[in-house]
Antibody, heavy 120, light 107 residues
C-alpha cells in the first residue's frame, strides 16, 4: 500500500526558508523509474508543479522558482525534502508530495497536503 | 515551458448528463496528458493517464482522448459523486504544468 505524508510548519514568516518533508511507504526511491514531486496549490487556485527528484538523484525544478527551491532525498528514511527560500505571503498554499512513475508518466499517489501560511 | 489551457473554466450539469472537458497544450505533447479530479479539501486523484488509459479503480464512465495538442475528458453519465474540479496535466517534459481547472457543478 503506497502512502505519502507531508510534514512541516503551518506558519512561516516572510523572508524565512520553508522546509517540508515527504515521508512515504509502499515503494522505494532506489527503484528504477520511481520519482517524487512537490506540487502546490494556493487557496482557491490551480495546481502548480514545483520539483521532482528521481531514483538516480536527477532533479528538476519549476522555471520560475528554481532559484528558490532545493529538493533532496534520504532513501534510507524514505523521505524527500523540499526547501523554499525567501518565503512571501503569495507563497501561501497547500503543498502536496506525489509519486511519479516514469513508465506511466503520471502522479498516481498523493499525500494529503499541508497548508503553509506565510505571514508576519 | 508548455502552457495548458482548459475549457470551460466552469460547467453546470445534471446527474445523468454527458459532459466533455477540453484541454489544449501550447505545443505537441504526444499522449503525455493526464487528468485529475479534486474534491474540496482533498488531494487530486488520478483518473486518466497517457491521454486515454483509465487508472485502476476509476469508473468506466470516465474516458479520455486526444493526442498532440488537443485532448478531452468525457464523463458519460454524471453521478452525484463526480461533482468536483478537474485538471489536465502534461508530463511530456519538465517543468510539468497543469491546466487552470474546470469546476463541475450541479445544475
Amino acid at each position: 500500500q503506497v502512502t505519502l505524508r507531508e510534514s512541516g510548519p503551518a506558519l512561516v514568516k516572510p523572508t524565512q526558508t520553508l522546509t517540508l518533508t515527504c515521508t512515504f511507504s509502499g515503494f522505494s526511491l532506489s527503484t528504477s523509474g520511481m520519482c517524487v514531486s512537490w506540487i502546490r496549490q494556493p487557496p482557491g487556485k490551480a495546481l502548480e508543479w514545483l520539483a521532482r527528484i528521481d531514483w538516480d538523484d536527477d532533479k528538476y525544478y519549476s522555471t520560475s522558482l528554481k532559484t528558490r527551491l532545493t529538493i533532496s532525498k534520504d532513501t534510507s528514511k524514505n523521505q524527500v525534502v523540499l526547501t523554499m527560500t525567501n518565503m512571501d505571503p503569495v507563497d501561501t498554499a497547500t503543498f502536496y508530495c506525489a509519486r511519479f512513475l516514469t513508465g506511466d508518466s503520471s502522479f498516481d499517489y498523493w499525500g494529503q497536503g499541508i497548508l503553509v501560511t506565510v505571514s508576519s | 515551458d508548455i502552457q495548458m489551457t482548459q475549457s470551460p473554466s466552469s460547467l453546470s450539469a445534471s446527474v445523468g448528463d454527458r459532459v466533455t472537458i477540453t484541454c489544449r497544450a501550447s505545443q505537441s505533447i504526444s499522449s503525455y496528458l493526464n487528468w485529475y479530479q479534486q474534491k474540496p479539501g482533498k488531494a487530486p486523484k488520478l483518473l486518466i493517464y497517457a491521454a486515454s488509459s483509465l487508472q485502476s479503480g476509476v469508473p468506466s464512465r470516465f474516458s479520455g482522448s486526444g493526442s498532440g495538442t488537443d485532448f478531452t475528458l468525457t464523463i458519460s453519465s454524471l453521478q452525484p459523486e463526480d461533482f468536483a474540479t478537474f485538471y489536465c496535466q502534461q508530463s511530456y517534459s519538465t517543468p510539468y504544468s497543469f491546466g487552470q481547472g474546470t469546476k463541475l457543478e450541479i445544475k
